[in-house]
């Protein structure tokens, strides 16, 4: 089992950044692949970005793509969402998660290959 808990999230106008972080407690996490979802107010949860348990392989969806960036930091039990010239409709509550299985190549981009979740973190970009 691993626990998560997001930071970082806040109020930014448009085209500033954000870093999010989510940290892990138990020593599976880096075993595990990572993804960041979000869910914007009355639309379903979304996949934005996933990295493999070795940081070696990340995945964004297209919207974010040039912008965001995903990390993580084994030894620190942390994974990282970096999110530069933000826009308003990125707006959402943003959830970090860890896979249900170990030592996936290929981190998955859906939610149900994810079993540990955060809490989640508010971002809110002003136009």
């Known amino acids: 089992q691993v626990q998560l808990v997001e930071s970082g999230g806040g109020l930014v106008q448009a085209g500033g950044s954000l870093r999010l972080s989510c940290a892990a407690s138990g020593r599976t996490f880096s075993k595990c692949a990572m993804a960041w979802f979000r869910q914007a107010p009355g639309k379903e949860r979304e996949f934005v970005a996933a990295?493999?348990?070795?940081?070696?392989?990340?995945y964004y969806t297209d919207s974010v793509k040039g912008r965001f960036t995903i990390s993580r930091d084994n030894p620190k039990n942390t994974v990282y969402l970096q999110m530069n010239s933000l826009k308003p409709e990125d707006t959402a509550v943003y959830y970090c998660?860890?896979?249900?299985?170990?030592?996936?190549?290929?981190?998955?981009?859906?939610?149900?290959?994810?079993?540990?979740w955060g809490q989640g973190t508010q971002v809110t970009v002003s136009s």
């Open positions: 990295i493999n348990w070795a940081g070696s392989s990340t």
């Open positions: 998660a860890a896979d249900r299985l170990y030592y996936r190549a290929v981190a998955p981009t859906t939610d149900y290959e994810y079993e540990n």
